[in-house]
């Protein structure tokens, strides 16, 4: 019982010792999927003017250089707050190509 | 002079401009030879990716997650006993079938002097026309494993195989660690190497296909796909919050946890009714193949197939609400799987007497054998309906019902029908010591043949926390509850098949996207017996501690299971 009560410790104190290191970390992806249907589809829906871009558009790394070069432009189209584009980012890093995906048929 | 003043001005002022001019095409062409060249090598490692991407086709990925889990069973009771004709028996030795009991040489005197407490019950009218008759006084114990550490391996694969068509597969190996036999004594479904539970118990470092699937989409541009292979029929909704993953398989976990071989044929509905991620499937599988690679020569077993099939609709999935139907229909269910057991030495002690003196002198020798089911036992229906919803502020909560009835046929193997026990009979065989001696002989007769109804409900919440989340969860089972879950992968067995209540209180601290420690504890209280088995009747925990009722497999009452997991995707 002792081991697992070192073990249990040990583990508890190596997650706190983590630290996040993600650009696209903080967003709340639930937010960011409600505006990027509300803000982001007219300009990058099929045959749109910005081109079709949905999150499996583009893997997370992608996604991040993405808002690093596009981020401000985006926000100036959309016309939505900076916490706003970091919600899309996070939604959309969360949903990329490279993500975890729903483990379904069909 | 002036003119010649302003021409030899406007020469030196001409010359640096015209030999800039000159560099500047130089430069010029000089960059681009350089990227004409970089460009060519840009294109050739370019052909270089394209060819590879090309000819790479399957995309892997996967999870190594390694878990420490400390087990504290208390009151494991072993009852010895079984489900006994007394009317049958009663008549008979009226009769004179058994002897005279005035004859000590007889095989009822020897009977009544082998058992007497059971005989004066039995005299007294103490018992039931068919009732447990108890071999001798329960045994309880407390179990402890301190420590029990297993490593579970999952490699999935995806490939396009074209537009509308891809493939989907996940091989996956659950050992514990220092045992790689791929077999364990037999003691409960968890201890079953069978085809449907491989991945969710230990079965050694082999590495099984869990899943092998194709999709094949918008079939003749309708909203028809059909889907086909070893299903993704683990790890459904809502069991993937625990999980710390997204949906992990199609049908409700709460019912079905269960590797299948089969087929889906889905319908697009949402694409009508404008409701997002609205699907209608139908599913079947085979659970069980009567004719095909069976241990009889000439097919002297006759058993049916066991067909599955029912629907599953996800009636929302917006990615904040998720409502789901599920109706299963188990048709022609059997006493059993076929599957690997290491045979447990007290079997042969109430079943095998003779074999039993043989293994005496082998007493850490189990021998590793095939079983296959005897008989077909009846139908089964399982019916549910989940609801999950992820709110803004990152709660996720849900409730899942679900419903089980079983149909019996009025058949019995050797350990019992669809929630009912073998009658035994009393029967004459010779004894060593000379002469007739009667002993209880099994009998194709169960002890029920009622339909029963199970219910189950389950519940959950899984809240931010800081580093990660914190989650609740409990289910209750009732006396039948009789669901497909055995291939969840909790170790003491699945939490969800049981038959009384189960809690769970977890920590997930989220180290980054890919890697989380998982911190928590599961409490189990069993009411009835035989979690997670259709075969044998559940009966309460407290009498067979009390001795009134048999259980040939341990009967657990209490369980604390406390556990930390590392799981790293990559």
């Known amino acids: ?106 | 002079m002036r003119k010649l003043l302003i021409l030899l001005i406007a020469a030196l002022l001409a010359v640096p401009s015209v030999a800039m001019a000159a560099e500047s095409v130089d430069e010029l062409q000089r960059k681009i030879q350089e990227m004409t060249l970089e460009l060519n090598e840009l294109s050739k490692r370019v052909d270089k990716t394209e060819r590879h991407t090309a000819l790479d086709r399957i995309s892997w990925y996967g999870d190594l997650r390694v878990k420490a889990d400390t087990l504290h069973y208390k009151d494991v009771t072993r009852s010895q006993g079984v489900f006994f004709d007394f009317a049958d028996f009663g008549a008979r030795a009226m009769g004179g079938e058994f002897g005279d009991p005035g004859d000590p040489a007889s095989p009822i005197a020897k009977f009544v002097t082998a058992f007497p407490q059971q005989a004066n019950t039995f005299f007294t009218g103490g018992y039931a026309p068919q009732d447990f008759f108890i071999i001798a006084a329960p045994e309880k114990s407390d179990i402890n494993n301190d420590i029990l550490y297993t490593t579970r391996l999952r490699l999935g694969m995806k490939a396009k195989v074209w537009e509308n068509v891809n493939f989907s597969g996940r091989l996956s190996m659950y050992k514990n660690w220092g045992d790689s036999t791929g077999s364990k004594v037999f003691d409960s479904w968890n201890s079953f190497t069978m085809d449907g539970t491989n991945g969710g118990n230990t079965t050694g470092d082999w590495v099984r296909v869990e899943r092998a699937y194709f999709d094949w989409k918008d079939i003749g541009g309708s909203n028809f796909y059909l889907s086909i292979g070893r299903r993704p029929s683990t790890y459904g909704p809502p069991s993937q919050y625990r999980e710390n993953e997204m949906r992990g398989g199609t049908p409700s976990g709460h019912l079905v946890h269960f590797n299948f071989d089969g087929i889906t044929i889905g319908y697009k509905l949402g694409k009508h009714t404008g409701v997002e991620g609205q699907v209608v499937r139908f599913c079947y599988g085979q659970g069980f193949e009567s004719e095909w690679g069976n241990g009889e020569l000439f097919n002297e077993i006759d058993t049916d197939d066991v067909h599955l099939g029912g629907f599953n609709i996800d009636a929302i999935n917006d990615g904040t609400n998720f409502l789901q139907f599920t109706l299963f229909r188990a048709e022609d269910v059997t006493d059993g799987f076929k599957g690997v057991i290491a045979f447990p030495s007290q079997f042969a002690q109430q079943l095998a007497p003779t074999m039993w003196q043989d293994l005496q002198n082998f007493p850490n020798f189990n021998f590793v054998t095939r079983v296959q089911p005897s008989t077909n036992i009846g139908d089964i229906m399982l019916g549910g309906v989940g609801f999950t919803r992820e709110e803004m502020n990152g709660v996720n909560w849900f409730a899942s019902l679900g419903w089980t009835r079983t149909d019996p046929n009025g058949k019995a193997g050797m350990f019992g029908g669809l929630l009912s026990d073998p009658v035994y009979q009393a029967a004459l065989v010779p004894d060593p010591a000379g002469g007739e001696m009667i002993m209880p002989m099994v009998t194709a007769t169960p002890s029920s043949n009622d339909e029963e109804d199970g219910y189950s409900v389950y519940v959950g919440v899984q809240v931010p926390a800081p580093l990660g989340k914190f989650g609740l969860e409990y289910n209750y089972g009732s006396r039948y509850w009789t669901p497909f879950t055995q291939a969840q992968d909790d170790v003491v067995g699945s939490k969800l098949a049981t038959r009384g209540h189960a809690g769970e209180a977890y920590y997930i601290f989220d180290i980054n996207p890919n890697m989380f420690i998982k911190v928590g504890a599961i409490y189990y209280d069993y009411k009835y017996t035989g979690s997670g088995s259709p075969v044998g009747a559940p009966v309460k925990i407290e009498d067979v501690q009390d001795g009134t009722a048999a259980s040939i497999l341990p009967a657990v009452d209490e369980v604390w299971d406390g556990y930390a997991s590392l799981t790293v995707k990559f």
């Open chain 1, 1 to 106: 019982m002792k081991r697992m009560t070192g073990i249990i410790l040990t583990l508890i104190l190596l997650a706190l010792c983590t630290s996040f290191a993600l650009a696209a970390e903080g967003g709340n992806p639930k937010k960011g999927k409600y505006l990027y249907k509300k803000n982001c589809k007219s300009c990058h829906a099929a045959g749109a003017e910005g081109g079709e871009l949905t999150p499996l558009s583009k893997t997370q790394a992608q996604w991040d250089r993405f808002f690093e070069k596009k981020g401000q432009a985006c926000q100036g189209h959309a016309k939505i707050s900076e916490k706003d584009v970091k919600d899309v980012q996070q939604f959309l890093f969360d949903h990329a190509a490279d993500s975890d995906q729903p483990e379904t048929c069909g």
